[in-house]
């Protein structure tokens, strides 16, 4: 199946820094893009939509001057958590859906914030 | 109320027992539905995806869809050790994958040798 990958796989930082998770679809291209946070032992909740070339849309309560998303190409979403707290440890994951109908996730970014 | 139901479990059966995982939902928007599987600390992985109610099989895996009674159901066959892992009920309002989904809470299920 088609391939959805994440770079880096685990991250920890201090409070305060910023972290930026890349999400990449491997054999396809992606217009859009979905970026999901899920906390231990709990579902994929969704953050925000990642368009190519347009503003990403964010789901309520999500702060879009913390959570940073950039689709500069059909290929590469950019997640960059602004000014990280210990409240955003998560593991971060991002989607893509192809053209046969399917939505594949890439296999998730642990991050901690000490 | 939550717009999809799923129970958490955990869910504990023998090897080569049938599996039955389901989902219930609110919204009767939703028209395309889907099993993920996630191990831990991994991506969730696309098992089966279907529109239409009825069932659709995929080796060991059967998918049912009940539209009128806003039900959706995975079976799994023989089930393995290695089928050890969270099942995740999604479903989208469009029928488009590119739709967003909404994912059930998740049912941990076991697979004792």
């Known amino acids: 199946g088609a391939v959805v990958s994440q770079h880096p796989s685990r991250v920890i930082c201090k409070s305060g820094t910023s972290v930026k998770i890349e999400c990449r679809s491997l054999d396809f291209q992606a217009t859009t893009m979905f970026w999901y946070r899920q906390f231990p032992k709990q579902s994929l909740m969704l953050m925000a939509t990642?368009?190519?070339?347009?503003?990403?849309?964010?789901e309520q309560g999500v702060e879009k001057d913390k959570f940073l998303i950039n689709h500069a190409s059909l290929t590469l979403s950019t997640l960059t958590v602004t000014s990280a707290h210990p409240e955003d440890s998560s593991f971060y994951i991002c989607?893509?859906?192809?053209?046969?109908?399917?939505?594949?996730f890439g296999p998730g970014t642990r991050l901690t914030v000490l | 109320q939550k717009e999809v139901e799923q129970d958490p479990g955990p869910l504990s059966v023998p090897e080569g027992a049938i599996v039955s995982l389901n989902c219930t939902y609110s919204?009767?928007?939703?028209?395309?539905f889907m099993w993920y599987r996630q191990y831990s600390r991994k991506g969730p992985e696309l098992l089966m995806y279907?529109?239409?109610?009825g069932n659709k099989e995929d080796g060991r895996f059967t998918a049912q869809v009940d539209k009128s009674s806003k039900y959706i159901s995975l079976f799994i066959r023989d089930s393995q050790p290695s089928d050890s892992a969270t099942y995740l009920c999604?479903?989208?309002?469009?029928?488009?994958?590119?739709?967003?989904?909404?994912f059930g809470s998740g049912t941990r299920l076991s697979i004792r040798p």
């Open positions: 919204n009767s928007a939703f028209q395309y």
């Open positions: 999604a479903m989208t309002r469009g029928y488009s994958s590119a739709s967003k989904i909404i």
């Open positions: 279907t529109y239409s109610s």
């Open positions: 990642s368009n190519e070339g347009s503003k990403a849309t964010y």
């Open positions: 989607s893509a859906p192809t053209s046969q109908d399917t939505q594949y």
